[in-house]
């Protein structure tokens, strides 16, 4: 698992560097809408019940205004929308940025 070095805000856009050296850049919106928070993804119960999710779908506007790194796996996002909870584990985030 490769682990972000910097992470940085250019623009409407949040830039990663891992210690692989290879760059990520991941637009704000689009970012914010791949929460992997239950607010956002929702979450299923034992039966496979779908509870949650599928709210709000267009975050244009929605900026960063800060992020922490939790523990040694993920990357918690303040978005200026009020929204905190998504951990965004490393693995996740390197599969958001493949094209």
């Known amino acids: 698992m490769h682990a972000p070095v910097n992470i ?9 560097v891992w210690d692989d050296g290879t760059e990520s ?11 992997p928070s239950a607010e956002t993804q929702g979450e299923r119960d034992i039966f496979g019940s779908q509870y949650g999710g599928g709210g709000r779908q267009d975050f244009s506007g929605v900026e960063v205004t800060g992020w922490e790194i939790i523990g040694n796996y993920a990357v918690r996002f303040d978005f200026s929308d009020g929204h905190r909870t998504g951990l965004y584990a490393y693995d996740y985030l390197k599969k958001l940025a493949a094209p």
């Open 25 to 35: 850049y991941y637009p704000v919106p689009r970012l914010r809408a791949a929460s």
């Open 8 to 16: 940085q805000l250019i623009g409407q856009e949040v830039a990663i």
